[in-house]
């Protein structure tokens, strides 16, 4: 299988900061890459796939970057919404493998 | 509206077991292949099942191998997850989502769009 991690697990930031979480698989996987977003209590949310592409109405403010083995996604502007926890997943190979997550707070 | 409604959870004794349903409305099922995910209190996700658009393709996480079979009814619109054996670690929210796969170079990524519509989510709970 290929394992995800995720850095860092947690990050502490403020309205209007850029903040950049990163994702390496274990071995090459192209751009095959998720993120999701999930707030407490509700289901995950998918941001961006295929590494780069963002998903329909998601605010323009997430990017995702990377191929093969390393991966980012980075909110240009942190707004109070964003505040949440952040999966990455590889989508390259069966079984789908989700990153452990990082939890991203209000400083 | 697209929407995926999950039911049947609920509480189990260990050893016991319970089948998940997953309802989908506004869009075109059998179009879509199909995730059963869960997450344990406090924990990420865990991806356990997948089928796809027509029953051809099936893929278990080791985790539920041989306790644990995903099925589909596309007349019906719905999704399964039929659990045995279940252990106090199966305690989860149970998620079912849609994905799209695509080709690319020849080769099929049956999940390459991730997945895009999601439950809410049902509670089982495995506990004596």
């Known amino acids: 299988d290929i394992q995800m991690t995720q850095s860092p697990s947690s990050l502490s930031a403020s309205a209007g900061d850029r903040v950049t979480i990163t994702c390496r698989a274990s071995?090459?996987?192209?751009?095959?890459l998720i993120w999701y977003q999930q707030k407490p209590g509700k289901a995950p949310n998918l941001l961006i796939y295929?590494?780069?592409y963002l998903q329909s109405g998601v605010p323009s403010r997430f990017s995702g970057s990377g191929s093969e083995t390393e991966f980012a996604l980075t909110i240009s502007s942190l707004q109070l919404e964003d505040f949440a926890t952040y999966y990455c997943?590889?989508?390259?190979?069966?079984?789908?493998?989700f990153g452990q997550g990082t939890k991203l707070e209000i400083k | 509206e697209v929407q995926l409604e999950e039911s049947g959870g609920g509480l189990v004794q260990p050893g016991g077991s319970l089948r998940l349903s997953c309802a989908a409305s506004?869009?075109?099922?059998?179009?879509?292949?199909m995730h059963w995910l869960r997450q344990a209190p406090g924990k990420g996700l865990e991806w356990l099942s997948y089928?796809?658009?027509?029953?051809?393709?099936?893929y278990n996480a080791d985790s539920v191998k041989g306790r644990f079979t995903v099925s589909r009814d596309n007349a019906k619109k719905s999704l399964y997850l039929q659990m045995n054996s279940l252990r106090d670690d199966d305690t989860a929210v149970y998620y079912c989502?849609?994905?799209?796969?695509?080709?690319?170079?020849?080769?099929?990524?049956?999940?390459?769009?991730?997945?895009?519509?999601w439950g809410q989510g049902t509670t089982v709970t495995v506990s004596s």
């Open positions: 071995q090459g996987i192209s751009r095959h």
């Open positions: 295929g590494a780069s």
């Open positions: 506004g869009f075109s099922f059998s179009s879509y292949g």
């Open positions: 989502a849609r994905t799209l796969g695509a080709s690319i170079f020849g080769v099929r990524y049956p999940f390459y769009y991730g997945m895009d519509v």
């Open positions: 089928i796809g658009r027509d029953d051809d393709i099936i």
């Open positions: 997943q590889q989508t390259y190979s069966a079984p789908p493998t």
